[in-house]
């Protein structure tokens, strides 16, 4: 997708993303990590709101650590900055402790040297482009000190999918609370296997005023083998490969993957 692609979706769905992604359950999974490592910096690419690295800079205040959130949203990071600084004098943490930048992650950096970078809510979906994954996972290389980790979420192709010879339709619909109503949530994907993509359409729909949303993007889906070829380009020797949020070993059914990997010297 290009930038402006990219911005304009963030722009339309930015209202409704926290409630949207409320259930996700992955923040445990993020803190846990961070509680065990203590990295002294982390950057996050794709920050969006903050829900992610507000927490986790709240956390890392404890032992002199930081966050850097970069984002291609201004819409996005501006919901960000005043989330944390709503949140940051209440949790006890200094101002410092979380750093939001605009940036592309395929072309930007935080600018120093980090020993944790974060791909939460699988940022990567929007790099439909080998030659955009690779110039994303350099910018990795250049940032991470050795002996620092890697941790990617990323979306794996799902097995009812995974024919090449067919295209697949799959639909999800939902319901969410939000402080305006009761909020209808339905996505559909094309998934076209050979290109390992899917044009996905999203809607919203307020009950209680008729209020709809409509967005619409390109989701890309990455294979291990391509994965582990990423963290060779990031410089980093692949680790942990789950297949959830709960630390679950990922296995061949999975339809997502967290991996993780420590950047060699």
């Not at 969006?48 to 032992?63: D, E, K, N, Q, Y």
């Not at 979380?98 to 992650?105: F, H």
């Not at 209020?211 to 890309?220: G, M, P, S």
């Amino acid at each position: 997708m290009s930038v402006a692609a990219i911005q304009e979706y963030y722009a339309t769905i930015a209202a409704i993303y926290d409630v949207e992604t409320a259930s996700r359950g992955d923040l445990p999974c993020w803190e846990t990590l961070t509680e065990a490592w203590q990295p002294h910096a982390t950057l996050e690419y794709g920050c969006g709101t903050g829900r992610v690295a507000v927490p986790l800079a709240l956390r890392a205040s404890r032992w002199g650590g930081r966050v850097i959130g970069i984002d291609i949203s201004g819409d996005m990071l501006r919901r960000a900055a005043r989330r944390w600084e709503h949140e940051h004098e209440g949790g006890g943490a200094p101002a410092g402790a979380l750093r939001l930048l605009p940036g592309d992650m395929r072309r930007d950096t935080c600018g120093h040297a980090v020993d944790l970078i974060i791909f939460a809510d699988d940022p990567l979906t929007h790099l439909c482009r080998r030659d955009e994954l690779a110039a994303t996972f350099r910018r990795v290389r250049e940032q991470l000190l050795p002996g620092g980790r890697l941790v990617v979420e990323a979306s794996l192709l799902p097995p009812e999918a995974r024919s090449p010879h067919r295209t697949v339709t799959t639909l999800s619909e939902g319901v969410v609370a939000t402080p305006a109503g009761e909020l209808d949530v339905r996505q559909e994907r094309v998934i076209l296997p050979a290109e390992h993509r899917a044009c996905v359409r999203c809607t919203y729909r307020e009950r209680e005023r008729g209020v709809q949303i409509d967005a619409t993007y390109d989701a890309h889906y990455l294979e291990l083998a391509e994965l582990v070829d990423l963290f060779g380009v990031a410089g980093c020797r692949l680790e942990e490969r789950w297949q959830d949020f709960s630390f679950r070993p990922l296995t061949a059914e999975a339809g997502m993957a967290v991996v993780t990997g420590t950047r060699t010297a």
